[in-house]
């Protein structure tokens, strides 16, 4: 099963036939996907131009696809104001902290789920399958996060999401999918597990690694659903609560740096801008590791 | 050391100490997980005995089981509310579109991908639509209601057109249709990648000989590519079952309004809301409530499960 | 089997874990005691100014002080109150129909502390309590909980909440529609609303837009009380306010301003907090319905000049004027809720002698030496005093002598705001607009008069429907006013059609509100 997934190609050279030929079919494909992309690349683009516009031109204009005068006021608003940036600073120590801490939680725990027969592996792992299925639910969750004495802190935010089952199961399918022979020859030298996977199938999944690091990163990028049940503490907010109540909840909570200026609706469009922007850098080049991790989880099931 | 050696039928010569001392360094692999599942799955699990009670924080989770037992009262509470009712139809009714959904567009965004044949183009056009799966939903949700609030872009183009208002925003089936949209959107590109995947799998000769017999490309779509991905879809399927209930809950917090409530409130916002916002029940009621959720989603999966295997399709349990 | 035997010990483990209650010890920084305040009026202040830190001193404590944010006020309180880590003291919203159960539950629950019965080693203290009108409503069993957040004053030109109109009388002079000393007929409202609409419209702008819990504001003009319970004199009874004739009467002008006028903007239905107080100070909004307090009025004058900081002409008294509106009956209406809306607890987990520390801080601040030092500062640095109490002050708070703006925090002024808002230090706060308050007052003084003539009507809840406690009340009337509204909001914008589909919705008529109406008649039955 393993040994195939390596060969699943994505983008290979398409043989379907002889008609390669560039049909009627194919500038209907062509299209239908372009007004797709469109679709998915208009609404950035309509809130960049907002986040843009001045004032006065917003407010009497009803349409805007692009504007007379432009100004970054909103953005200089958004440098310039503290809570975007300690929102930022806390979601950055998620970003590195806690991705590093639950990729070794998650990548061990895949690791012995992967091996073969073992003393309470089945137990083990009917335990971790119950809970995909069943939970306690909201109040019992927030009394346990309570007696742990981890509200109001960061550490809401990290420690619960130690193993992942999705990114576990990855990780596990990964290993599983390595020639068995490695580990054969690496017992008849004498190794132990613990060294069989730092030393051989830690490095051979140094692929893998980076795509489940990369989902984590994502997800502490985007975290903010624990922090809103479980921290009151504004000191604490992650970026996405930030922007959140930037967005729905305290519009006027930016004062504008160049007041007359520019509006609020801009403010709030630069700050979802300021969000989205590190991404967009980044994804195109990172695409292809996210795209190989969900095949070969997902193929194995 | 032959630890690779354990085999089923050698295992019942070795005595179960021998099979733990070998398991060793695995076990030691495996503890924190177990130490993660009790603490953050199990005790969870054990503190639904709240439903049973009528919580008291002081006293803790024993002590109002001891002190407070009032059985099933709690659940009485719950399904003589109307509200209760109302929102658990609109979360099975927006949970089970929301699959479906999920399912038809991602197979539909697949083979339209899989069929062009310009390559840079494929891959621009699959950097572009999986991108928006890494966005939140407090993003996203912002980016529906700029576009589709009554003085958002969509209805400026529809009265510049001569059109009146649309209220996306206001107008239950509309909003629900938002919520759907929204959802394809951000997630039909990404859903479609692991299809994409297995229409790559497809052996080749396939097409080839359906090529001989002069077959147009809706019908090697129909008659090749669609069956070979049935084991993927049907897999998948299973999996997405278990979710139906939870149907969105950061989608629908971030995106609904008062407006559209009573339409698009689900079991997840109304624990949230009653909890916190309106304060309307005790920890009992609410408890109860998650319970209730959980026991309904697990018999789900279970049924889907068998009914899968009675069809001859693999498993998931 | 084994590890099953593990997993049992350790749920187990796990039981006595959670029944673990942390009672907090006192905590000390250096020497001082640290003591965590937070309040929904911090909202503006960060702290570490020096007045603070000479509170601080001056009762050996360390503060930790922390906002809530207005929208999301509750949620944050019933949070870290479940959370089980509420701050020292906090600050909850006690303006809701089921606020009593759970006032009960906390206290019985032992979330929030009991203050002392005897209150007379705190004078100025127990003074404000004594003072605050309906305060044995507050009381369990005899015993005070919190300290209901008073405007201090059994005066009634305060003892409502003024719920008004303001407009852009720049805007009415600029169109022809303006009225003398902003005193609006029924048809000179309807009017002027139409002159704006028509200028307004096709931009991002409308005529009317209502602070969001305050929608539809016109049923004011007809309705009899504010909120779910109204009586019925013939029938001797109370009864669903959604669905008298009154009530109705003011739905269906209010349909009418949405749908046929379109005054409103269409995004008002689905507007989050704050945001049509936005839409105004962006010059995008004509009338705009708000609670009329001090701060609130301030904090739009500051922002409606920030906007038109490019506007040589730009009067922001003309910008943030009262309109003066009489109803189709020729009388005016205000809503009013009672001397208080929310209330300072104390966190049951804290020593008595951090209980007392606090008392004897709240004292100080109410005291006339802690009034000045909020109000005034430090005196011989911020302002002097003569023989006869004449206050001088020595220090300009707002302006340099080059003219630009000192930004100086007064943090005891801010501690202040959690016993009193500073209601009773308006009229001498040196850094309060004098003008605005005369404003104010003047307006005050002209509805005083006008309900001394009968021109007034003043919709105000009853106390005893308000403070009444039972089971079904409990339960159900946290949402009956939200779920109404929601119904409400959808006739006026249309999504419901017909009237008869309006009066037998779910949420305006159903079991739930027959239920909690009975048990109230029963409760208060035979008056």
């Not at chain 1, 930016?254 to 630069?270: D, F, L, Q, R, T």
């Not at chain 1, 989205?276 to 991790?293: E, H, N, S, W």
């Not at chain 3, 006020?73 to 129909?97: C, E, K, M, R």
Request: glycine share 8%; with cysteine.
């Amino acid at each position: 099963m393993g040994a195939k997934l390596e060969k699943l190609p994505l983008n290979k050279k398409d043989k379907r036939g002889p008609s390669s030929k560039f049909g009627k079919f194919d500038v209907v494909l062509l299209v239908i996907l372009l007004i797709y992309a469109l679709a998915i690349i208009f609404p950035f683009y309509y809130l960049f131009i907002i986040s843009i516009t001045p004032q006065d031109i917003y407010a009497e204009s009803p349409f805007l696809l692009w504007t007379p005068r432009i100004t970054f006021d909103a953005y200089q608003s958004v440098f310039e104001n503290s809570q975007i940036w300690n929102g930022l600073k806390i979601t950055l120590i998620l970003l590195f902290g806690g991705t590093a801490y639950q990729l070794f939680f998650t990548v061990i725990t895949g690791y012995a789920l992967s091996r073969n027969k073992w003393f309470g592996k089945n137990f083990v792992m009917n335990m971790i399958i119950v809970t995909m299925f069943f939970g306690g639910g909201l109040i019992p969750y927030y009394i346990l996060i309570k007696s742990l004495g981890m509200t109001n802190t960061i550490a809401v935010m990290i420690i619960p999401g130690a193993i992942d089952t999705f990114n576990m199961l990855l990780m596990r399918n990964y290993f599983a999918s390595l020639p068995k022979e490695l580990e054969e020859s690496a017992r008849i030298d004498g190794a132990n597990d613990i060294q069989i996977f730092a030393k051989i199938f830690l490095p051979l999944s140094l692929p893998m690694l980076a795509t489940v690091g990369l989902f984590f990163a994502v997800g502490n990028w985007n975290s903010w659903y624990n922090g809103m049940l479980f921290n009151q503490d504004p000191s604490i907010r992650t970026l996405q609560q930030v922007l959140q109540s930037i967005i729905v909840k305290e519009s006027s909570m930016i004062p504008s740096v160049n007041p007359g200026a520019i509006n609020n609706e801009s403010i709030k469009m630069a700050a979802i801008f300021f969000t989205i922007i590190p991404m967009m850098c980044f994804y195109p080049f990172l695409q292809r590791y996210f795209v190989k991790g969900i095949v070969v989880g997902a193929i194995k099931g | 050391m032959d630890g690779i050696l354990i085999e089923k039928k050698q295992k019942k010569d070795k005595s179960l100490g021998k099979y733990i001392y070998r398991s060793r360094f695995l076990i030691m692999m495996i503890i924190p997980a177990i130490v993660y599942y009790i603490l953050f799955c199990y005790v969870p699990m054990y503190g639904v005995l709240i439903a049973f009670t009528d919580f008291s924080s002081s006293e803790g989770i024993m002590g109002s089981v001891f002190n407070h037992w009032i059985g099933l009262k709690n659940f009485e509470t719950i399904f003589n509310l109307q509200d209760f009712w109302r929102v658990f139809l609109n979360t099975i009714f927006i949970g089970t579109t929301k699959v479906i959904i999920a399912f038809v567009s991602a197979v539909t965004v697949a083979l339209l991908i899989n069929e062009i044949r310009l390559r840079f183009f494929k891959k621009a056009v699959q950097i572009i639509v999986t991108f928006p799966h890494f966005l939140s939903w407090v993003i996203v949700a912002s980016l529906f209601i700029l576009m589709f609030s009554d003085n958002g872009s969509i209805n400026q183009i529809i009265r510049g057109m001569g059109g009146n208002t649309v209220g996306f925003l206001s107008e239950d089936h509309l909003f629900l249709g938002l919520i759907f949209g929204s959802d394809i959107w951000k997630e039909a590109g990404w859903g479609s990648i692991i299809y994409i995947a297995t229409m790559a799998g497809i052996s080749t000769d396939l097409y080839e000989a359906a090529d001989i017999d002069g077959a147009t490309r809706l019908q090697k779509i129909w008659h090749i590519t669609l069956p070979g991905i049935k084991a993927t879809a049907i897999l998948l399927l299973i999996m997405s079952v278990g979710g139906v209930l939870s149907a969105g809950f950061e989608q629908i917090f971030n995106m609904s309004n008062d407006m559209v409530e009573e339409a698009s409130e689900i079991i997840d916002t109304y624990i949230y809301n009653t909890t916190f916002v309106s304060h309307q029940f005790r920890e009992g009621v609410t408890t109860a409530l998650g319970l209730f959720k959980s026991l309904v989603g697990f018999v789900l999966v279970i049924t889907t499960d068998r009914i899968a295997k009675a069809c001859g399709e693999r498993g998931i349990i | 089997m084994k590890t099953k035997i593990i997993l049992l010990g350790a749920v187990a483990s796990m039981c006595l874990f959670g029944c673990k209650n942390n009672n907090g010890a006192d905590e000390y920084d250096g020497d001082k005691l640290k003591v965590s305040f937070r309040n929904l009026y911090f909202d503006n202040y960060s702290g570490g100014d020096s007045y603070i830190k000479e509170v601080e001193d001056m009762f050996g404590l360390s503060f930790k002080l922390e906002p809530y944010s207005w929208q999301d006020w509750t949620t944050q309180v019933n949070g870290h109150v479940l959370a089980g880590n509420s701050p020292d003291v906090f600050h909850a919203n006690i303006d809701s129909y089921n606020f009593v159960s759970y006032y009960k539950y906390w206290a019985e629950d032992k979330v929030i502390k009991q203050l002392p019965d005897d209150l007379s080693n705190w004078p100025n203290l127990k003074r404000m309590i004594d003072n605050t009108s309906n305060i044995e409503a507050l009381k369990l069993d005899g015993h005070l909980y919190g300290i209901p957040i008073a405007k201090n004053t059994t005066d009634f030109s305060t003892s409502f909440s003024p719920f008004t109109y303001l407009y852009r009388r720049d805007w009415a002079k600029q169109y022809g529609v303006y009225q003398e000393n902003d005193e609006y007929t029924w048809e000179q409202f309807n009017t002027l609303l139409d002159k704006f609409n028509r200028e307004l419209s096709g931009k991002r702008k409308f005529a009317l837009g209502d602070v969001e819990w305050g929608f539809p504001s016109i049923t004011n003009f007809y309705k009899q009380v504010p909120h779910c319970f109204a009586y019925d004199e013939t029938e001797r009874k109370y009864v669903n306010n959604y669905s008298t004739d009154e009530y109705i009467l003011g739905l269906e002008k209010s349909k009418e301003f949405a749908i046929t006028d379109k005054y409103y903007s269409s995004d008002q239905y689905t507007a989050t907090e704050g945001k049509m107080n936005e839409k105004y100070y962006s010059n995008q909004c004509g009338v705009l319905y708000e609670n009329l307090s001090y701060s609130n009025m301030e904090a739009l004058r500051i922002q409606l000049k920030r906007t038109n900081v490019n506007d040589k002409d730009f009067n922001v008294d003309d910008a943030t004027a009262i309109m003066k509106i009489k109803g189709p009956d020729g009388k005016y209406a205000l809503e009013g809720t009672d001397n208080w809306f929310s209330m300072t607890f104390i966190n049951n987990n804290i020593s008595e002698m951090k209980l007392n520390k606090i008392l004897d801080l709240y004292d100080w601040l109410l005291s006339e030496s802690g009034t000045n030092f909020a109000i005034y500062g430090f005196e011989g640095y911020d302002y002097t005093k003569d023989e006869t109490g004449k206050v001088e002050i020595v220090r300009d708070r707002w302006y340099n002598d080059d003219g630009s703006l000192i930004d100086r925090v007064n943090g005891a002024k801010y501690l202040r705001y959690m016993l009193s808002l500073g209601y009773d230090t308006l009229e001498y706060d040196p850094m309060t607009e004098k003008s605005v308050v005369q404003y104010l007052n003047d307006w005050d003084a002209q509805m005083k008069t006008a309900l001394a003539d009968g021109e007034l009507r003043v919709l105000k809840e009853s106390p005893e429907v308000m403070w009444l406690t039972s089971e079904k009340k409990a339960l159900h009337s946290g949402t009956l006013r939200t779920n109404a509204l929601k119904t409400v909001t959808k006739y006026v914008f249309d999504k419901i059609k017909s009237i008869n589909d309006y009066k037998s919705d779910r949420a305006i008529s159903n079991g739930t509100w027959d239920q909690v109406l009975d048990e109230i008649n029963t409760v208060l039955g035979g008056n």
